[in-house]
């Protein structure tokens, strides 16, 4: 394990280095890679450094997934079996070639959606959990942006008793990106040629309670020796993202934690606009990692590529992370929901203090200094003329 985090580290640092207006990566995206058929989902994002390749396989075949698998060759490939894949058994249904290329792979889940409101008591009201797995899906090919490196997966439930999903849908938007930079909308998350984005969106969805909030579930699956750990970090820079001064991060790290291997990283707020502002912000909380103590969906692809060892071979952690605020009542007017999270290997991006707040603070730090140092220097000079104009008496 030692051994490859190192490897993993200098594949990264290397393509991250060559990132800028020529871009760090090359990228390609496939709809359903040796399969005609658009009734199920698997997109694959190909990602080509200088001397290795990251591939997400994101699916919506049971609860939505992307597998990220980092390997040492710049011709690794994805190998599929359909008829297994779709089979009650998909075990081995999903391979990289060459198997000896790969360094690092692991997987995120979208298992579940929650919704819950606050009655007088306090006490938290629980609706009938929405399972993912259970969702049925559009075709992603119709949304597939080859220019843009974008794709959407909408969906709604396969039952809607309550009707809740009538008039609305829920979705995972996915963008790749070639090289670093910073998004444009807010909330501006900083991205490497080493990362993907993931939008989770809740529109039109019709609440049921007068105070509804919402809990996504996140699933992560890492081989043994893998730790995943939560991160929390603070700055008073809130340029980019007005207001929100907290980014948390979930890191996976080796057990002896000298290096990271991948990330799930986002900043503290959801956004109650198609283009948000910051009076659109909705609270963003999350509640606490734990090991997973259920099983995945069986027809997730995670089994496919890690075969029946998942919770044994490997572990599955989870956290939830919830969206509203206190009243609930932020998507109860606006019935729109947009959290946003970066993805992918190695060290997660960090920010730092942009010029203009350099500037502010080198202004507000700066000017009192002057001041006191100009009237240091005019008390100085005072006392200085009031001594030589003395004349001494004979």
Not at 262 to 273: I, N
Not at 368 to 378: E, F, Q, T
């Amino acid at each position: 394990m030692a051994a490859r985090t190192v490897l993993l580290s200098a594949l990264l640092a290397a393509a991250a280095g060559r990132g800028g207006a020529a871009g760090g990566r090359q990228v390609s995206m496939q709809y359903n890679p040796g399969w005609n058929n658009s009734s199920v989902n698997l997109l694959h994002v190909r990602a080509v450094g200088p001397s290795d390749t990251l591939h997400y396989i994101w699916s919506s075949i049971g609860a939505p997934t992307v597998l990220l698998v980092a390997t040492e060759s710049r011709t690794s490939s994805l190998g599929i079996n359909w008829t297994q894949l779709l089979s009650p058994a998909p075990a081995g249904a999903i391979w990289i070639d060459p198997p000896s290329s790969i360094i690092y792979s692991t997987a995120v889940v979208f298992t579940k959606v929650f919704e819950y409101s606050e009655a007088q008591t306090l006490e938290e009201l629980f609706y009938p959990t929405y399972d993912l797995s259970d969702f049925s899906w559009d075709s992603v090919n119709h949304t597939l942006n080859h220019t843009a490196l974008m794709a959407e997966f909408t969906g709604i439930p396969a039952a809607d008793p309550s009707g809740s999903f009538s008039n609305g849908s829920l979705a995972f938007r996915v963008t790749a990106y070639e090289a670093s930079g910073r998004d444009r909308p807010l909330p501006s998350l900083l991205h490497t040629a080493n990362s993907s984005k993931v939008e989770f969106v809740l529109a039109g969805v019709a609440p049921r309670g007068n105070s509804s909030r919402f809990v996504l579930e996140v699933a992560t699956v890492e081989e043994t020796g893998v730790a995943q750990k939560l991160r929390s970090a603070r700055s008073i820079d809130d340029e980019y993202t007005p207001t929100i001064f907290e980014m948390l991060s979930l890191v996976a790290e080796s057990q002896n934690g000298s290096s990271t291997l991948s990330f799930l990283q986002w900043k503290a707020t959801a956004y109650g606009s198609q283009t948000p502002r910051r009076e659109d912000n909705i609270q963003c909380r999350s509640r606490g990692l734990q090991a997973a103590n259920w099983t995945l969906p069986v027809s997730s692809i995670v089994r496919a590529y890690f075969g029946e060892g998942v919770g044994s071979t490997y572990t599955v952690s989870a956290i939830n992370i919830s969206f509203g605020g206190e009243d609930g009542k932020v998507y109860q007017e606006k019935r729109y929901l947009s959290w946003s999270a970066l993805l992918g290997f190695g060290q997660p991006p960090k920010d730092t203090f942009s010029p203009l707040v350099i500037s502010i603070m080198a202004v507000a730090l700066g000017t009192p200094m002057g001041m006191l140092l100009v009237g240091s220097c005019l008390v100085l000079l005072a006392q200085r003329k009031r001594y030589s104009e003395y004349e001494p008496i004979n």
